[in-house]
């Protein structure tokens, strides 16, 4: 049984379709890879399963069950977790702080422990720092927990937008352009953390426009355009794929997936 099942997912803006028909499965410990050129799709397909939006036709199942009408706090809760396109951290809190945020669903003393400060709370709190400080030195952030989230570079920031995904125990992990905006260096250190979630035995669904880390990071990849499925294979079929070649080189030159 596949990890997450996507049926016939249709989403239409204005009598536009966004997200047109899309069928795609992902296979517990798979590293899938998302492309297309911009508008293809793959934000609002990440937006329709982490709940965000709802389709206007088709379902979503995770772990054999529907979730297509659930919010994105019961789907997260579920262990399918995901990062932002832009930066989604809290820039005045400290690093550490962040960590804390990602790691509260795990949390068993509610509002009323923590107010008081309870033992079990304070227990809970230990652990749980303890586990933030082993994810920070994970990403590279070691010895930032207690620097406010904004004096972090670009590079920096979305690596702990990763700690805090990871902090939150994903099953299934969407990670959405995590390297945009970074340089070459940050590039390929966040490829690495990648490679080491991925080898932790986490899945991982990656939309992401650098081909590099695409095509040296995905088993399989799926092609949208235009809101359709148009290819999906692993990297080799899909950089000498006809219809790739079309959509990239033959459409939209200045996106063409290195190999094509």
Not at 13 to 22: D, E, K, R, S
Not at 94 to 121: A, D
Not at 210 to 221: A, E, G, P, S, T
Request: proline share 3%; with cysteine; net charge positive.
């Amino acid at each position: 049984m596949s990890l997450l099942v996507c049926e016939n997912l249709h989403k239409s803006f204005g009598g536009l379709a966004a997200v047109n028909q899309i069928n795609v499965n992902v296979e517990k410990g798979e590293l899938l890879g998302i492309i297309g050129p911009n508008g293809a799709g793959k934000t609002t397909f990440f937006n329709i399963i982490t709940g965000f939006l709802r389709p206007t036709t088709g379902k979503v199942e995770y772990e054999g069950e529907e979730i297509t009408h659930l919010h994105p706090h019961l789907i997260a809760a579920r262990g399918l977790i995901r990062t932002f396109q832009k930066i989604n951290v809290f820039g005045n809190l400290l690093v550490m702080e962040n960590i804390l945020i990602g790691r509260h669903r795990h949390f068993k003393t509610g509002f009323l422990g923590s107010l008081l400060q309870s033992p079990s709370h304070r227990s809970e709190e230990k652990v749980s720092r303890g586990e933030a400080l082993q994810i920070l030195k994970f990403v590279g952030l070691s010895g930032w927990e207690n620097q406010k989230a904004q004096k972090l570079s670009l590079g920096m920031q979305r690596a702990l937008g990763i700690a805090v995904a990871l902090v939150a125990q994903p099953k299934l992990l969407l990670l959405d352009e995590p390297a945009s905006g970074m340089t070459i260096e940050e590039t390929n250190h966040i490829m690495d953390v990648i490679r080491e979630i991925h080898e932790k035995g986490i899945t991982i669904l990656l939309v992401e426009h650098n081909m590099k880390m695409v095509m040296n990071l995905c088993q399989r990849i799926v092609v949208l355009d235009a809101g359709r499925v148009v290819a999906e294979g692993n990297p080799e079929v899909i950089q000498h794929h006809p219809r790739v070649i079309e959509v990239y080189l033959g459409k939209r030159k200045s996106h063409a997936p290195s190999g094509c």
